[in-house]
């Protein structure tokens, strides 16, 4: 692990002034794990198996790339969200200037795929139907609040509220 850790920050450290856009492509939302601002998107993952907790994600990955994200796009993509009981589709522009998107296919009418276009290193993300139930085309829109509100995030229990 130590040494894809160290090869990671090489690489992102080496992103030199010419590089204007910066993607990171995992089948996994690592960057959901054990945060609370995503927790609404890890309940809906497709399988919560192999996700872990790890240490080295928040205290180590996240700070290079928020340092990245300075003077760079910095796109974190993932997929695992394409199932029947979740959205197949998350856009979350941080505040630090990390955006994350998630997608996935799972045999549903709401399969999305993403077209990510560069032209002249400005970037345009579209997501392109593959199903007929519900339309996804303003990518933007599926943020935390989206999320949290489809979701009725956080879940309250009805008796927390009687003293």
């Known amino acids: 692990m130590d040494e894809q850790l160290n090869y990671f920050i090489k690489v992102i450290k080496e992103a030199d002034e010419t590089i204007k856009n910066v993607f990171i492509f995992s089948h996994k939302l690592l960057w959901t794990v054990k945060t609370s601002k995503y927790q609404v998107v890890y309940k809906h993952l497709n399988s919560q198996n192999g996700y872990q907790y790890d240490s080295n994600f928040l205290g180590c990955i996240i ?23 979740s ?5 979350d522009k941080d505040s630090s200037g990390i955006t994350f998107i998630a997608t996935g296919l799972g045999d ?7 077209d990510v276009n560069i032209n002249h290193g400005n970037i345009k993300i579209q997501s392109l139907s593959l199903g007929h139930d519900m339309d ?12 949290e509100n489809y979701f009725h995030y956080p879940f309250q229990n009805p008796f927390s509220l009687i003293n």
């Open 87 to 91: 959205l197949p589709l998350f856009y």
């Open 108 to 114: 549903t009418g709401n399969d999305i795929i993403l």
């Open 136 to 147: 996804f085309n303003d990518i933007e829109k599926y943020n935390l609040e989206y999320w």
């Open 63 to 85: 700070p290079v790339l928020n340092d990245l994200a300075k003077d760079k796009n910095v796109f974190w993509i993932s997929g695992d969200i394409g199932c029947s009981w």
